[in-house]
């Protein structure tokens, strides 16, 4: 996969301003092939030509740090649930 500067690497150092160099990293393994999947399911014509609709989530009192999304296209559906916390969280999503 082509990336932009290395976007696709999952470094974790970040570069200071006018330097011109960055720090050494150890190299990620996997994640290249990761994205390669990721971008190959987001290039699906669900998500550019279906339609979408933001998912309530209920339950815990931390869901909402959940975010849910269904697409719908030609009789086939997907959901997208987004967790911003550090670690799981449980959920209640009517579909």
């Known amino acids: 996969m082509e990336s932009f500067l ?20 150890p190299e990620q ?7 390669d999947k990721f971008t190959n399911i987001l290039n699906g ?4 030509r279906g339609q979408w609709s933001y998912q309530t989530v209920l339950s815990s009192s ?5 975010m849910a ?5 030609n009789g ?4 997208i649930v987004i967790n911003y916390r550090y670690s799981f969280l449980s959920c209640l999503l009517f579909l």
Do not use: M
């Open 29 to 35: 393994t996997g994640v290249e092939e990761f994205y």
């Open 62 to 66: 931390s869901s909402w740090r959940l």
């Open 76 to 79: 086939n559906k997907v959901l």
């Open 6 to 25: 290395g976007e696709y690497l999952a470094s974790v150092l970040l570069l200071i301003a006018f330097r011109s160099r960055s720090y050494a990293e």
């Open 69 to 73: 999304w269904k697409w719908t296209f």
């Open 45 to 48: 014509d669900i998500f550019h």
